[in-house]
């Protein structure tokens, strides 16, 4: 077994235990903390597939920045007790219902694409996920949608602003 | 020598390197702790610590035992692993910075050749971001498992405050990096290095400037220390945590003071560039050359550790508000400006 490999599923059992854990835990905090420990497995896939950029972006904003904000409200909420209200029975049979139609929906889709069977990902080699040809191509031949979405952002903002601003 | 197709000698090569960083930053750590005593005590006018060894110089280690052999407590409120996790992660963040820091040029050793850098990474400077973004956690986990209302508050302080900061610290950065064109430590070094060429300071003066403060901010530093403001919330996030767990909270402070300035250092003055020495007259220095960059870059953080010092002891804290404020309503139009003229001016000079 190759280094890329044993990394490769060590990076992938992280994630999906992580995954679990952050449903599973009792306490708000500790799912939070699991779901950082979700982005680091993810940020690691990355590195594997040469995606430099988008591996560390993934930690600045998602385990930097959101997530803190997450751990404020949760630790500023005081939601740190172990038992949870239990909810009722038809909530329970709704959500499992619910969930698996999602399930359903993905694995369908997963079925169906065919463009990516018999592929393999290309590990550490290639330069698409480098800086510097992400950036050539994002103001080139993506530059009018990634205009749109900055605007798009600007107003969410600015919308934020007005609303979380008193009377 | 390859198993598992990875070079061995490299493997064990950088495994040395990594060793002789850390060990270096402690060591570095260690005694700025003792160089911010004795700095206190010259601006104070008093003798300072002078009892252990000669000049006092042993009292680190002093320091240290004391820590180490001093109760442990663990609060019966809190969280126990989240408890112990905080001090450990504050630790590993500041010291995970060190691995795309070009501390010197390339040495030969035994036939091999070595760069002093344990990663040149396409993404250095965002790596940096993104670990610096992770400190915030140490000082969170820590402040909400202690189960402590000052401490809780001196944790949203913090985090606040570095959050806050580190958007002014990107945004200065990102006028630097217009100039340089890359976001490689050891390309931006090489630049600066380049003869004609002047140290990015010169270039970027508010962008230095705009990032010294924010580093301030970043490291808690006097005068932005309200994380740990003892008039007001008793000691901080750090309150219930007694001996090494405490010592790793402080410990991690000074790494972070010794790593922020390594990164100024780094960026705006040349890194391991001698001053006014042409390097590529003397290549057949060899390794003399090398260790004498590693010795330029070592007295450059010197001086800024030293400046950190002297900013602690002079200017008060900050009130939390004017910390805000300063934050997003100097720091942060400052630094958009500072991008926007630098882009106008690069144009202009393609032009």
Redesign the interface.
């Known amino acids: ?3 890329t490999e ?1 990394i490769f599923w060590f990076l992938s059992a992280l994630a999906v235990i992580s995954a679990i854990m952050v449903v599973l835990s009792k306490s708000p ?1 500790h799912s939070v ?1 699991w779901l ?1 420990a979700v982005f680091f497995a993810i940020s690691g896939h990355y590195v594997l597939l040469n995606a ?2 988008i591996a ?2 993934n ?2 904003v998602y ?3 959101i997530m ?1 904000l997450f ?2 409200v949760l ?2 909420m005081n939601l ?1 007790k172990e038992t949870e209200p239990q909810k009722n029975l038809w909530m329970k049979l709704t959500g499992v219902v619910s969930g698996g139609c999602l399930l359903i929906i993905l694995i369908s889709l997963v079925r169906q694409a065919t463009e990516i069977k018999g592929k393999i990902a290309v590990t550490k080699t290639g330069d698409i996920g ?2 510097k040809v992400l950036g050539k191509e994002l103001f080139s031949s993506y530059v009018v949608p990634f205009e749109i979405s900055s605007v798009l952002f600007l107003s969410a903002m600015i919308g934020a602003v007005v609303i979380g601003k008193k009377d | 020598m390859t198993l ?3 070079d061995w000698f490299l493997f064990f090569e950088k495994l040395i390197l990594i060793a002789v960083i850390i060990f270096a930053s402690l060591g570095i750590a260690l005694y700025t702790t003792f160089a911010e005593r004795k700095v206190a005590a010259i601006l104070q006018d008093r003798p300072g610590p002078n009892r252990a060894g000669p000049f006092g110089l042993f009292q680190p280690f002093a320091d240290g035992l004391k820590l180490i052999m001093k109760e442990e407590i663990i609060p019966n409120n809190s ?1 126990k692993f ?1 408890f112990v996790l905080g001090p450990a992660l504050a630790m590993v963040a500041a010291l995970m910075t060190c691995a795309v820091i070009p501390w010197g040029d390339k040495i030969v050793a035994f036939g091999r050749t070595v760069a002093l850098q344990i990663a040149d ?3 250095g400077i ?2 940096v ?2 670990v610096v ?2 400190g ?2 140490g000082i ?2 820590g402040g ?1 498992a202690s189960n402590n209302k000052f401490s ?1 508050l001196a ?2 302080r913090g ?2 405050q570095a ?1 806050s900061y580190e958007l002014a610290m990107g945004i200065s950065l990102i006028a630097l990096l217009m100039i340089t064109g890359t ?1 490689q430590l050891g390309e931006i070094v090489k630049q600066q290095m380049q003869p004609g060429h002047f140290w990015n300071v010169v270039y970027q003066p508010l962008g230095f400037l705009l990032f010294l403060v924010c580093a301030f901010a970043e490291c808690n530093r006097t005068p932005f220390d309200l994380p740990e403001a003892e008039n007001e919330l008793n000691f901080g996030y750090h309150q219930e945590y007694s001996s090494m767990k405490l010592g790793f909270y402080l410990f991690a402070e000074y790494i972070n003071m010794f790593i922020s300035s390594v990164i100024m250092a780094t960026l705006f003055f040349g890194g391991y560039d001698i001053p006014f020495f042409d390097e590529t007259k003397h290549a057949d220095w060899g390794n003399w050359l090398a260790l004498a960059g590693v010795v330029c870059l070592m007295i450059k953080v010197v001086i800024f550790i030293f400046f950190f010092m002297w900013v602690r002891w002079t200017i008060p804290r900050f009130r939390y508000d004017q910390l805000m404020k300063l934050g997003w309503k100097t720091m942060l139009p400052l630094a958009l400006l500072n991008m926007l003229i630098t882009g106008a001016v690069i144009l202009w000079l393609k032009k």
């Open positions: 077994m190759a280094i044993i905090v903390l950082i430099q950029f560390i972006v930690i600045i385990a930097g920045a803190v751990l404020f630790m500023l740190n480098l800086i | 598992l197709s990875i969280n989240l990474i396409n993404i965002l790596y971001f993104g973004s992770l915030v956690y969170m986990i909400w809780l944790a949203l985090a606040s959050i976001l």
